[in-house]
């Protein structure tokens, strides 16, 4: 499994975070040409377009981090999953709204500012849903090898089953004692 000084999770949270990024601006162009695709006036390209659509990538991104949906455990669940990414919209929208207010020139059009959110929320969310199918496959899991058999063993193997480390396929445990060989350990592996 590819690892980023020896910690695997940091590149997991760092493709997400990048991912999400290019989704959300992504969904800011899309918003952008559907509402002024056919012609007229576009007031995000007018002034400032790049800023605009970086300041929404920073907040909705920065919402996504203080409401942990860059932790694993957090996206095991698809309905807490999308419940916290709902609440993480609503607070990206309020205070993008704020800074609105005070920095009036950032601001863009009520309709595409609405779609950018909607889309950004659908994007990310089929993004992570797509993420959790293809990480359980058994190609991304990381193979892990318990040694020994006792209480802590299966502490580990209860741990690893049981809370949301989804990235490792338990293969077997070893043991010094011969006579365990072949035999089922507690429950299924």
């Known amino acids: 499994m590819f690892g980023l000084n020896g910690n695997r999770y940091r590149v997991l949270n760092t493709l997400f975070a990048l991912v999400d990024s290019l989704l959300v601006f992504g969904a800011c162009l899309i918003a952008n ?5 056919g012609g007229g006036m576009n007031p995000l390209v ?13 907040v909705i991104q920065l919402a996504f981090y203080y409401f942990d949906l860059y932790d694993a455990n957090t996206c095991r669940g698809r309905k807490r999953m999308l419940i916290l990414m709902l609440e993480a919209i609503v607070a990206s929208s309020v205070g993008l709204g704020v800074i609105y207010y005070f920095v009036p020139f950032l ?4 309709e595409v500012f609405t779609l950018t959110l909607a889309l950004s929320l659908v994007f990310t969310f089929l993004w992570r849903l797509t993420f959790i199918a293809w990480s359980e496959t058994k190609g991304m899991k990381e193979r892990v090898l318990i040694i020994g058999t006792g209480a802590l063993a299966m502490k580990i193997k209860k741990e690893i089953s049981e809370k949301g480390y989804e990235g490792f396929d338990i293969v077997g445990f070893v043991d010094e004692n011969r006579e365990n060989i072949g035999e ?3 429950k299924s592996i």
């Open 33 to 37: 040409y559907t509402m002024f695709g």
């Open 184 to 186: 089922n350990i507690g």
């Open 107 to 110: 601001g863009m059009s009520r």
């Open 46 to 58: 007018t002034k400032y377009p790049v800023l605009k659509i970086m300041l929404i990538v920073c």
